[in-house]
């Protein structure tokens, strides 16, 4: 790549639906800026596909109804991709800032790949750019795979950084396996273990809601993960977490999702006695949860890799490579189908896909879906426009 920008066409073959369906066409920086060519804006011009929820593509059945609240998805067929690495967890700071961390790569200007560290991401799309944090305790060095640990869910709230880190691979656990966290009270530039952690989940990722979680329900921090150890495997289960911000450190505090006592009304209770929130046959993988202030919705997205994605901790025979997007009033539903891709993006592999906070507008009707790619495809921070038409009253 060039120091600055350097053109890169997706040719990709198309699919029935979403993003897939145009082939995204950008700029791949691997720097700092990201412009878009001229080849980019004339696709981006001529139109990007609209798609309705109602008719789901393929023998790929999603597990959920269609939306009642949402009729279609519009997605740009412009793609922007900046640095170098994968996941990108990312939170909207109380400076207006992105934090985010990306994991097994260079981050933006690092000479060596490290497992993750944090970096800043500056800008509305497409005019963003990123800088790495210096933080020495924020950075894990090894960049080995499942061997090493990664941040996996990250969230400000009052100024703090909390961050849910995966593979803590414990003595006698399988690699890939088992999460902890790190605290940090200087935006990103120090950073402390909580002295506990949570071995049968593989990757807890936090729930965000607007700048320094402003636009939350109340005053508890809400997470998801797939109901597994692994950080490399896909689970049938999703399960809620939550915990009174003012006592996020403490692990006591923290409860889970159970089922309903009455309908609409959660009850909450200890892991032992957890109870899926979420559940996709198809698989549950590297979740994102996103509440949207405009349209007051929650927004669940994740994915399962196209092809023989070698990273995978098992084989699960009901596995199907897709993406799925769900709504719901709440963060325990009930759940509704956005739209249900089968092999997204293929024949990149695409996965950990992701709507970041700060990029959705006031009304609620555009956001800019994130993703990484491996080993096909952009190895960056990419992202995607796309817009939401919703249905009538």
């Keep these: 790549m060039s120091p600055r920008n350097q053109i890169l066409r997706d040719l990709l073959i198309p699919t029935v639906v979403f993003l897939a369906l145009a082939s995204p066409t950008g700029v791949h920086a691997q720097k700092k800026k990201v412009s878009r060519s001229a080849d980019a804006a004339s696709a981006a011009d001529q139109g990007a596909v609209r798609i309705t929820t109602q008719n789901p593509p393929g023998d790929l059945i999603p ?45 933006f200007d690092r000479k060596k790949s490290v497992s993750c560290a944090p970096v800043i991401i500056e800008g509305q799309p497409p005019q963003i750019s990123g800088r790495d944090l210096v933080s020495p305790t924020g950075t894990i060095p090894d960049p080995s795979g499942k061997k090493s640990r990664k941040v996996c869910g990250l969230l400000m ?27 940090s009270t200087d935006r990103g530039r120090t950073w402390e273990w909580v002295d506990w952690n949570w071995p049968e989940l593989g990757y807890p990722v936090w729930m965000n809601a607007g700048r320094n979680y402003q636009a939350a329900r109340d005053d508890s921090a809400y997470y998801l993960s797939p109901d597994g150890p692994s950080a490399y495997a896909d689970y049938p289960h999703l399960v809620l977490g939550r915990v009174r911000v003012a006592s996020i450190r403490d692990q006591a505090a923290h409860e889970f999702f159970v089922g309903f006592a009455s309908p ?126 919703l249905k009538g009253p």
């Design 264 to 389: 609409g009304v959660p009850r909450w209770g200890r892991f032992e006695s957890r109870k899926p929130v979420f559940t996709d046959p198809n698989g549950c993988f590297r979740p994102n949860l996103v509440y949207n202030p405009g349209l007051k919705r929650y927004f669940l997205v994740m994915s399962s890799p196209y092809g023989n994605w070698k990273w995978w901790a098992t084989d699960n025979p009901n596995r199907r490579a897709h993406l799925g997007i769900f709504d719901a009033p709440t963060p325990w539903g009930p759940w509704s189908l956005v739209d249900y891709i089968t092999d997204w993006g293929a024949p990149e592999n695409r996965f950990a896909p992701n709507i970041p906070s700060k990029w959705i507008s006031d009304d609620g009707t555009t956001f800019y879906l994130l993703y990484s790619c491996i080993p096909n495809g952009p190895y960056q921070f990419n992202v995607q426009r796309c817009t939401l038409k």
């Design 63 to 107: 597990p959920y109804p269609p939306s009642d609240f949402i009729e279609s998805l519009t997605v740009d067929a412009c793609r922007f991709s900046i640095g170098d690495g994968d996941n990108w967890a990312n939170t909207w700071g109380d400076d207006d800032r992105m934090y985010s961390f990306f994991t097994d790569g260079r981050g």
């Design 157 to 183: 709230v009052d100024g703090v950084l909390y961050a849910w880190v995966r593979n803590l691979n414990l003595p006698g656990a399988p690699k890939g396996t088992g999460a902890g966290m790190m605290v």
